[in-house]
Every structure is written in C-alpha cells, then in structure tokens.
C-alpha cells in the first residue's frame, strides 16, 4: 500500500482533531466539577451566615473557614489547570497572582484540619472546660494564625524569587507551576523543610486527639464515637491533601514509565490532588451534621425562592 502525502495530512488532522476533543472534554470535566463543588460550598456559606447559631460555635466557625478556603483553592488551580491547556505559558508575573494563593490556600487545608481535630479532643475529653478554651474570639485568632503560618511559609518564595532571578525573567513566559517560578535550590529547600513540618504536627495532633478520643469512646459514649470517625475522616483528607507534596516526585515516576500518556497522568493527578479533597469536605463536615444538614437542605435545591426562616 503506497503512503502519500494526502493520507498523512489526514492523519495528522485527525491526530488534532482527538487531542482538540480530548482537551475540551478534559477542561469541561474540571470546570463542571469545580462549579458543582463550589455551589455546595456557596450554599454551605450562605447557610452559616444566614444563621447565628452557627456563628456562635468554634466548630461550624473552623469548619466554614475549610469550606471557604476550598472555595478559593479550587478557583485558582481549576484557572491554572485551563491556563495550561489554553495558553500553555503565561507570563511569570500573572502567574505568581495566581499560584500564591493557591499555595497558601493548599497548606492552609491541613492545619485547618488540625485545629479541628483539638477542637473534636477539648469537646469529648474536657467537656467542662470547653466554653472557657474554646471561644469565638479565640476560633478567629486561630484563623489568623493558620493564615499566618502559611504566609510565613510562601512569602521567603517571593523574596528569594525576587533577590535571585533578574529583571527579565519576571516579563518571561513559563508554564505556570511552582517549580517553574521559584525555581531557586533554596526555595526548593525550604519548602521540603516546610511541608515535613506541617506534615509532621498535624499528623502528632491527629494522632493525639484520636487516642485520646477513643479511650473516651470505649465508654459507649455516642458523641465521643462520632468525634472518634470525625478524626478518622480528618486523616484522610490530610492523606489526600499529602498527595500534592509528592505529586512532583510521582509525576516523573510515571512520566518516565508511561510517556505516551503525560497529559492523562497531569490530568488524573489533577483530579486526585486538587478535586477529591474539595469534594470530600461538604460530605464529611456538612452533611455528617445533623443540625447543619437541617438548615443546608432550605437552601441546596432553592431556586429563585427564599424560604421564611425564623432567626436562631
């Protein structure tokens, strides 16, 4: 059979034409996820406001605080995720507005985390101590410090960014990753160092809080039961949120013995990374709930109809 130029120029069209649809699919998957998750997280925040017997509990006040930051983290990345396939390169500064916060939003998750599980620990272990520990005044002084701690981790980024790379780099196109534009062996450093210690204290409180719990729980106390699976599913959000700190490491792993299909692994990793975690906080935190679920549900369906709720 003879090969002419023709046929591969049809080849070549059709070879386009799978990798457009692929793309469009891919990209459209990311964006219906994304908008689904963040209507729940809408309709999650509406109800907190809505209500002030949720503004006066540290724990839906923790738990809002989670519910908005994965409102924020999955705009960024989804924007970044299309960026990459839209444009491929953007420019080094548009891209530091993107991925900062994105940064911050990502380590914020695991130590919102742990503050929720002390705040499941002081309730269950030291019941008749919890009002004078655990206040609102104080619930929001520990929301500033989740922040701060997370800004103390990216902001050296930037200095060293800006310290170490002339002038031009910053009016350069790069594929917008963190590895792309903080680039320097100390960023790369520091940030292992960061993440290990995250890791490492919210693991220790966890692990701390669910002893303790389960020793409560062996008395057949129902609360302690459920504050012991609450921790159960705060573990594994942490493990799902790990997978970020070694997606680079994984990526090339699998890049190296599957090259044919780089775009699939960046996508399903994508999905594992920055999607599964976004999903799981609404099911775990809001609809396990009782009291929460009772007001969500006015909300979740209501379209173009504000129900008539007494104040609480």
């Not at 990209?27 to 996820?33: A, C, S, Y």
């Not at 002390?118 to 101590?129: G, T």
């Not at 996508?267 to 709930?289: E, H």
């Amino acid at each position: 059979m003879n090969f002419t130029p023709v046929d591969g120029n049809v080849t070549e069209a059709v070879n386009h034409l799978d990798m457009l649809i692929t793309a469009l699919s891919r990209n459209l998957t990311v964006v219906i996820l994304g908008i689904t998750i963040n209507y729940i997280n809408a309709t999650m925040v509406h109800t907190f406001n809505t209500h002030h017997i949720f503004k006066s509990n540290p724990r839906y006040i923790l738990f809002i605080h989670l519910v908005f930051n994965d409102m924020i983290q999955l705009t960024t990345s989804i924007s970044l995720f299309i960026f990459a396939y839209a444009f491929n390169t953007i420019y080094v500064s548009l891209c530091c507005l993107l991925i900062l916060p994105a940064i911050l939003t990502t380590l914020n998750t695991p130590l919102n985390l742990a503050f929720m599980a002390a705040e499941c620990y002081i309730a269950v272990c030291i019941p008749l101590r919890y009002n004078n520990i655990c206040t609102v005044k104080r619930t929001y002084i520990v929301i500033g410090i989740i922040w701060t701690m997370s800004s103390l981790s990216v902001l050296p980024d930037v200095f060293i960014l800006l310290a170490t790379e002339p002038l031009e780099f910053l009016n350069s196109r790069v594929y917008c990753s963190r590895d792309s534009v903080f680039r320097s062996p100390y960023t790369v450093k520091k940030r292992d160092v960061s993440h290990i210690l995250f890791l490492v204290v919210v693991w220790l409180t966890l692990f701390y809080s669910y002893l303790r719990i389960l020793f409560v729980a062996k008395a057949a106390n129902a609360d302690a039961k459920k504050a012991r699976n609450t921790i159960l599913l705060h573990g594994f959000q942490v493990l799902l949120c790990m997978t970020s700190y070694v997606r680079p490491m994984l990526s090339q792993v699998l890049t190296y013995l599957f090259p044919a299909v780089v775009r699939s692994i960046y996508f399903v990793m994508f999905i594992i990374n920055q999607i599964l975690p976004r999903f799981v906080s609404p099911i775990v935190y809001g609809l396990r709930d009782k009291t929460f679920r009772k007001y969500f549900k006015r909300y979740l369906c209501t379209v173009n109809r504000h129900p008539k709720t007494t104040p609480t």
